[in-house]
Structure formats: structure tokens, C-alpha cells
């Protein structure tokens, strides 16, 4: 029998879901215009490097999230000053304005996602206040709503264990870039999924590594990633937004 949380991983992890996740190339459409990526095997170096720097980045504000959300007897209030404080710091933690579109463009997504497509419509409960209460915020520029926060909110409004969200979060990331290296045309689709399955172990380290990383040391660990994603917008030309 296929469980609840099996089936819903496998609802996330389809290219279907309106979120926004393949219309960002996490800086390798500036690294394939300026020559630094241009086969398959400069591609796998640049998922190991990109990895290693969004796990470190990001995980930690994923896990702070899912674990501030898991508190049931706090007040909705409580849970989404926590969230804010967390929003701003990944807010400040990323200077890129590009990152910053991306981020804050699928976060948003991912909200209105779970409040259309996860949620009754009659339903009134802690859950559903908490994301509507971030949503509320974002609209009124109290906060930004970056992904990683997003994805920890609702990952654990959605019953995910706090393993398989890390899991998913960096899948899903890694899957963006090889999706990118396509459409970029630097490798064929089935090479793709050769570099996609490749990149399992230098994934398994990043999730291993940050395991109980707090917010305060998250951190960027490839300064040539970040620059190739700052220089984006003075691209002539792009498909991407990051």
C-alpha cells in the first residue's frame, strides 16, 4: 500500500507543480554564457559546488521552520513572528537580488499552493491561519516569504518527516539545475539524468554536513557560485530569472 507521505513526495516532486522551480538556474545560465560550463562533466562539477553552498545556505532555515511549525500549543502569532525573524535573516544571509527573486517567487508560490490545492475550504485551523498570516505579511511587505522558510512551513502542515523534507528540498534543487543544463542545451536529456543520478552521493554528504547546522551558521561555501549568480542580471540576454 502506498502511504499518505510517499504519495504527497511524489505530488511535490512533479514538474506539473506551480511553484515557479524551473524558470531558476541557480547561476548556471551565467556560467554557460561566460564558457565556464560547457559539457557534462563541467555540469556535475557545478552541481557538487552548487549543492554543497545551498544545503549550508538554506537547510538550516528549512529545519528551523519545520521544527517552529511543529509547535501545536503555541499561538498562531507566536509561530509567524518566529517565521518573520527567520524570513528576514535568509533575506539579509542572501544579498543577490536575483537569488532573492527566485527565492521569494517560489515561496510565495508554494503558499498559495498549499492554500488552493491542501487545504478544505471550510477548514479553519491553526495550519491554515499560520499560512495565511505569512501570505497576509508578504502582500503588505512585512516580510519577503523565501522558499526555504516556505518549504519548511509546509512541509510540516503537510505530515512530511523532517528527513524526507530535507531530502526533498535538495532533490528538487538539484533537479532545477539539471532541468536548466537542458533547456541551455549544455547537455541532451538523457545525459541529464546521468549527471541528476550521479550527483546522489555529493547530495547525501551536503544533507549529512548540515544536520544540525543552526541559522546562525548558515552560510555561503562557493564565493564563485554566488558571484555567477549576482553577475545574472547583467546578462544581454536570458531565459532565466537566477
Known amino acids: 500500500m502506498v502511504s499518505a507521505e510517499t504519495w504527497l513526495i511524489w505530488q511535490l516532486v512533479d514538474s506539473a507543480l506551480p511553484t515557479g522551480g524551473f524558470v531558476a538556474s541557480a547561476g548556471l545560465e551565467t556560467a554557460f554564457q561566460l564558457g565556464l560550463v560547457t559539457s557534462s562533466s563541467d555540469l556535475d562539477q557545478f552541481l557538487r559546488t552548487s549543492v554543497h553552498t545551498y544545503a ?12 517552529c511549525t511543529a509547535l501545536p500549543t503555541a499561538p498562531p502569532s ?3 513572528g518566529k517565521l518573520f525573524e527567520l524570513d528576514h535573516h535568509y533575506h539579509i544571509l542572501n544579498t543577490n537580488t536575483a537569488v532573492r527573486r527566485a527565492s521569494v517567487a517560489q515561496g510565495t508560490s508554494l503558499l498559495i499552493l498549499y492554500l488552493k ?3 478544505p475550504p471550510d477548514a479553519v485551523e491553526h495550519r491554515q491561519v499560520v499560512v495565511q498570516e505569512i501570505k497576509r505579511a508578504v502582500r503588505l511587505n512585512q516580510t519577503y516569504g523565501h522558499f526555504p522558510v516556505c518549504f519548511g512551513v509546509i512541509a510540516q502542515l503537510l505530515g512530511l518527516s523532517q528527513d524526507n523534507t530535507r531530502q526533498l528540498f535538495i532533490f ?3 533537479r532545477q539545475i539539471v532541468s536548466a543544463a537542458v533547456r541551455l542545451n549544455i547537455v541532451g536529456p538523457y545525459q541529464a ?3 541528476l543520478a550521479d550527483a546522489l ?3 547525501q554528504d551536503a544533507l549529512e554536513r548540515t544536520q544540525n547546522l ?6 555561503q561555501t562557493a564565493p564563485a557560485v554566488d558571484g555567477l549568480q549576482a553577475a545574472h542580471d547583467r546578462l544581454y540576454s536570458r531565459i532565466f530569472n537566477s
Open 56 to 67: 549550508y545556505a538554506s537547510l538550516p532555515f528549512v529545519d528551523a521552520a519545520f521544527q
Open 78 to 80: 507566536d509561530c509567524t
Open 117 to 119: 490545492s491542501f487545504v
Open 172 to 174: 528538487m534543487f538539484m
Open 193 to 195: 539524468q546521468r549527471s
Open 201 to 203: 552521493q555529493a547530495s
Open 214 to 219: 543552526s541559522v546562525d551558521q548558515a552560510c
